[in-house]
C-alpha cells in the first residue's frame, strides 16, 4: 500500500464520518447550539458570580449596600387605616 493510497482512504473515512450518514447537515449544527448555550451559560454564571463576591467584598468592609436605605434615613410614615 502507497502512502498516498492510505492518505485517501483516511479522508474518505473522515469525510463519511462528518457528513454522518447523511445527518451532519442537523447534527452539526445541533452541536453548535449547544455549545453556544453553554459558553452563555458559563459566562452568565461568572458575571453573577463576580458580582456577588463584590456585594460580598463591600458587606464584610462594612460599606452599605447599593441602593439600601442608609441607616439615619427617616422613618417611613404608616398608612392611615
Known amino acids: 500500500m502507497r502512502g498516498g493510497e492510505l492518505n485517501e482512504s483516511a479522508m474518505e473515512q473522515l469525510s463519511?464520518?462528518?457528513?454522518?450518514?447523511?445527518?451532519?447537515a442537523y447534527v452539526w449544527p445541533a452541536?453548535?447550539?449547544?455549545?453556544?448555550?453553554?459558553?452563555?451559560?458559563?459566562?452568565?454564571t461568572t458575571r453573577g458570580l463576580r458580582a456577588n463576591?463584590?456585594?460580598?467584598?463591600?458587606?464584610?468592609?462594612?460599606?452599605?449596600?447599593?441602593?439600601?436605605?442608609?441607616?439615619?434615613a427617616p422613618p417611613r410614615p404608616e398608612a392611615a387605616h
Open 16 to 24: 463519511s464520518w462528518i457528513h454522518l450518514g447523511g445527518y451532519g
Open 53 to 72: 463576591e463584590r456585594l460580598l467584598a463591600r458587606l464584610q468592609a462594612g460599606a452599605p449596600e447599593r441602593g439600601a436605605a442608609s441607616a439615619t
Open 31 to 44: 452541536y453548535g447550539v449547544a455549545a453556544l448555550v453553554l459558553i452563555g451559560l458559563l459566562w452568565w
